[in-house]
């Protein structure tokens, strides 16, 4: 699934890729892989343990590039940038888009 400026709201991001994955694993992205490795990579819950997990990565307008996780079994929802944990706020904030500059009269 491909998105392209998804939104005329505050929040935009230029693409976005889902994949599900259903294999054992870690949760955490491993560092170091080329994305084709990182899409094989098993993914775990880090709070039930299943292997029902889904992943989205997403490139946001400004270029900053977040993954989201979401488990299908308890619904523990995460998101990680630069392989490192970030809270929903934080991506929210980078997802913000800039406000328009005064229109010249």
């Not at 899409?39 to 775990?44: A, C, F, G």
């Not at 993954?67 to 706020?89: I, M, Q």
Request: net charge positive; aromatic share 4%; with cysteine.
């Amino acid at each position: 699934m491909e998105v392209s400026n998804a939104s005329d709201g505050p929040y935009r991001t230029g693409v976005v890729r889902a994949s599900m994955v259903s294999e054992t694993g870690s949760g955490i992205p491993n560092r170091g892989l080329t994305m084709a490795e990182r899409r094989t990579q098993p993914l775990e819950c880090p709070r039930c343990g299943s292997r029902d997990v889904i992943n989205i990565n997403l490139a946001l307008e400004h270029g900053d590039r977040v993954a989201f996780y979401s488990c299908h079994r308890c619904d523990k929802r995460w998101w990680h940038k630069d392989g490192e944990l970030v809270d929903l706020p934080d991506v929210l904030q980078m997802a913000k888009r800039k406000p328009a500059p005064p229109a010249i009269s």
